[in-house]
């Protein structure tokens, strides 16, 4: 049995259904908020939307990648807060330059350490990483000291360049690094051995081990990458901010798997895509960005997004049932 063989097959009508279903939402979001604000449709809105989606985008990149391969990353919004500290270090010690270095090197070490952890000691992602992400934040308190770190004044503005806004428009350099991250991404999974055998393991993964897939190398790998998805995240906040903490981005790690839930990549692993998880981060921040528009009580947003994470999975799981 090779890794095409147990690879996912061409979507069938109820994948083409749940895709359809998604797009729709999103498509009658944008036609609502269009009629009812002047401000939806301006360039300076759409930017906003783009730059206010980048990290949790490059949050549900990872998120969705780790999915599709079986596991849970609980730890991304750590391994964000923790890389972002390293840089703002070494930035500080040596340069711009190595500091940004650094903190992407970071995590993808901290992935690697999760995907190992799974992977070797067999304890279950969801529990792995949860306990991981505990333990990074502790390091990161204990490198801080509890306090909110900045890089040094005369490397403060370069430092920030990727919250500036570039020719295209006012595009942030954070919304380009994103876009360009997804692409790479999206390649890879959809193009790619790599790609198919993620497919395969997620699917099944002991049909996976016995084709000859060395599923532990691979499943260190999308943890890896995750990683470092999570680092240019906290990359991009610690720009925008020009500093770092370890509390930075708490909670933003169950947006970021909601996203692609809400997307249609399956908890159960072996289904799902880059794009999916993007159509999912787009309609939580167009939920966002309409309740700003429409001066809506944003406590209200909570509530929205649990029911869309809920729905989601519930018609997950029907579709399931019926193919079964």
């Not at 259904?17 to 036609?31: E, N």
């Not at 999915?67 to 990353?73: A, C, E, L, N, T």
């Not at 990727?162 to 380009?176: F, I, K, M, Y």
């Not at 925008?240 to 997307?263: C, D, F, K, P, Y």
Request: charged letters at 10%; aromatic letters at 4%; hydrophobic letters at 55%.
């Amino acid at each position: 049995m090779t890794a095409e063989v147990v690879a996912k097959s061409a979507p069938g009508r109820s994948a083409r259904l749940r895709d359809l279903g998604i797009v729709l939402g999103v498509v009658l979001i944008v036609v609502v908020l269009s009629l009812s604000t002047s401000t939806f449709l301006t360039t300076g809105n759409l930017v906003n939307l783009l730059d206010q989606a980048a990290v949790v985008g490059l949050l549900a990149t990872a998120a969705t990648l780790v999915i599709i391969s079986g596991s849970f990353d609980l730890s991304i919004t750590a391994v964000l807060a923790l890389s972002a500290i390293v840089a703002v270090a070494v930035t500080n010690a040596a340069g711009v330059g190595p500091g940004l270095i650094a903190g992407v090197l970071a995590g993808a070490v901290l992935g690697t350490v999760n995907g190992i952890v799974v992977v070797r000691i067999k304890v279950h992602s969801f529990i792995a990483t949860l306990a991981l992400s505990i333990i990074y934040r502790g390091v990161a308190v204990i490198l801080t000291a509890g306090a909110i770190v900045y890089p040094a004044e005369d490397r403060a503005t370069a430092f920030q360049a990727l919250s500036w806004p570039t020719v295209l428009g006012g595009v942030t350099a954070a919304s380009l690094l994103f876009l360009a991250v997804v692409a790479v991404c999206w390649v890879l999974l959809a193009r790619t051995t790599f790609g198919r055998r993620v497919y395969a393991i997620g699917g099944n993964e002991e049909a996976a081990r016995l084709s000859g897939i060395r599923v532990g190398q691979i499943k260190v790998a999308v943890f890896a990458i995750s990683g470092v998805c999570a680092a240019l995240g906290g990359l991009i906040l610690a720009a925008r901010g020009g500093s770092a903490q370890a509390s930075l981005a708490t909670g933003m790690e169950m947006t970021a798997i909601a996203a692609a839930v809400v997307g249609g990549t399956s908890v159960m692993g072996g289904e799902g895509a880059i794009w999916r998880g993007l159509i999912g981060v787009l309609l939580i921040t167009l939920i966002g960005n309409g309740f700003n528009l429409l001066g809506w009580d944003t406590i209200y947003q909570q509530v929205v997004q649990g029911a869309l994470i809920l729905g989601a999975v519930s018609l997950d799981r029907l579709l399931r049932g019926r193919r079964s």
